[in-house]
């Protein structure tokens, strides 16, 4: 069972409506990407600043990650095509210099090509209740051009490198 069906699960015993909404706007994320190839799918690795922007490894990001058209990575060796940073404080672009003067990043297909991203909902990832959230902030950076939520420069921001 994945988590989003565990969420619906326990929501139906506590508010139906809410358990219908999340399986219908899951279904729709789904649905619309149902027809991309694997080679749409950004490789995506989530860095967390507060953890001196090591990797996430969680298996719940990367089920969000993959419902909302991306391929989980844990590994910058893994050259990713979509670096997302966790803000979790203010001094996050005073330590930017230092993340982007590290190989492995500046070498990357997401440094090369301006995809570098910053959540800046301190919660992303944390809470079952933000999880259709977190999985359209996802689905807005991986996929563009097939959903617009309305997050953008709220939840999250896209860095400009270049």
């Known amino acids: 069972m994945t988590k989003y069906q565990e969420i619906i699960s326990t ?12 399986e219908e706007e ?10 991309l190839t694997e080679d749409s799918f950004p490789k995506a690795i989530v ?12 298996p719940i990001l990367a089920e969000k990650i993959k419902i909302a058209g991306g391929r989980f990575i844990t590994n910058l060796a893994e050259n ?8 979790r404080s203010e001094n996050l672009y005073s330590q ?6 590290d190989i ?12 570098i991203f910053i959540i800046q909902d301190s919660n992303f990832n944390q ?12 689905a807005e950076i991986f996929q563009p051009k097939y959903f617009v939520y309305g997050h953008d420069g709220s939840a999250w921001v896209k860095f400009e490198v270049q």
Do not use: W
């Open 127 to 138: 809470l079952d209740e933000n999880y259709l959230k977190d999985t359209e902030v996802l």
């Open 11 to 22: 929501l139906q015993n506590i508010d139906a409506a809410k358990a219908e909404y999340l």
């Open 104 to 115: 492995a990043v500046s070498n990357s297909n997401a440094f090369q090509n301006n995809n």
């Open 26 to 35: 899951i279904d729709i994320i789904l649905h619309k990407l149902k027809f």
């Open 47 to 58: 860095l967390d600043q507060e953890q001196d922007f090591l990797p996430l490894e969680s």
């Open 80 to 87: 990713p095509d979509c670096i997302l940073i966790i803000q």
């Open 96 to 101: 930017f210099p230092s993340l982007l003067n």
